[in-house]
């Protein structure tokens, strides 16, 4: 997730032997929003991901997925051959609003 793109952001590596400074990780409040939000876990497809807390997950605390429950959707609906409920409606899927800047 990143706080400006949301979403839908991509990461990607380039090596280079260019000297750069070395930037931190930043905390923008994310952990604390979804944990309040779960808007994705409400909207997306039901039941693929959890309304319950997080979990740990090859050394990593997080709402795990129900990657069964995403792909039986997208290969049993009709209407779409894919889906991406989730990252519709996510918050920080709307660049420029405000809403998910405001501290809860
Ligand atoms: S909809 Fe976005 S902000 Fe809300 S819980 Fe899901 S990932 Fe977090």
Redesign the pocket.
């Known amino acids: 997730?990143n706080p400006y793109l949301g979403?839908r952001f991509k990461t990607a590596a380039i090596t280079t032997s260019l000297p750069m400074a070395v930037d931190k990780s930043i905390d923008f409040g994310l952990q604390d929003?979804?944990n309040k939000?779960?808007?994705?876990a409400r909207e997306g497809t039901p039941g693929a991901i959890s309304l319950g807390d997080k979990v740990m997950f090859n050394g990593y605390e997080m709402w795990k997925p129900d990657v069964e429950s995403c792909t039986r959707y997208r290969v049993t609906n009709p209407a779409v051959s894919r889906c991406g409920r989730?990252l519709k409606?996510?918050?920080?899927n709307k660049q420029g609003l405000f809403e998910h800047r405001i501290p809860l």
């Open positions: 997730m979403p929003f979804c939000c779960k808007k994705c989730c409606v996510c918050a920080f």
